[in-house]
């Protein structure tokens, strides 16, 4: 069983930043794909950014490419997003999720672990 705790979410205005943060604790794995997923009301969860644990690769999506980065500290077995430029359009609950394998997979159907999800609000 993996287990995730995420923080970090909250209300902040356009333009200022938040660091979501996602412990890990349980089973582990050889090799693993971590990732930050959204959704917002009335819409489809989303990939945000994907990491693979071992080798620090990276992907992002389109809209989040130089406002977002993705980032593992192995010692505390977490993994950070830091959100700089939030638009409101960044406006969602953020899940942390984990697949296994080294394949920076973007589809949520293609990850078997998730969190809880903390909201995002940006507003004026």
């Known amino acids: 069983q993996v287990q995730f705790v995420e923080s970090g979410g909250g209300l902040v205005q356009p333009g200022e930043s938040l660091t979501l943060s996602c412990a890990v604790s349980?089973?582990?794995?050889?090799?693993?794909?971590m990732g930050w997923f959204r959704q917002a009301p009335g819409k489809e969860r989303e990939f945000v950014a994907v990491i693979g644990w071992s080798d620090g690769a990276t992907n992002y999506r389109d809209s989040v490419k130089g406002r977002f980065t993705i980032s593992r500290d192995i010692g505390q077995n977490t993994i950070l997003l830091r959100m700089n430029s939030l638009k409101a359009e960044d406006t969602a609950v953020y899940y942390c999720a984990a697949r296994r394998g080294s394949i920076l997979a973007t589809s949520p159907r293609d990850y078997n672990y998730w969190g809880q999800g903390t909201q995002v609000t940006v507003s004026s």
């Open positions: 349980g089973r582990t794995f050889n090799s693993v794909v």
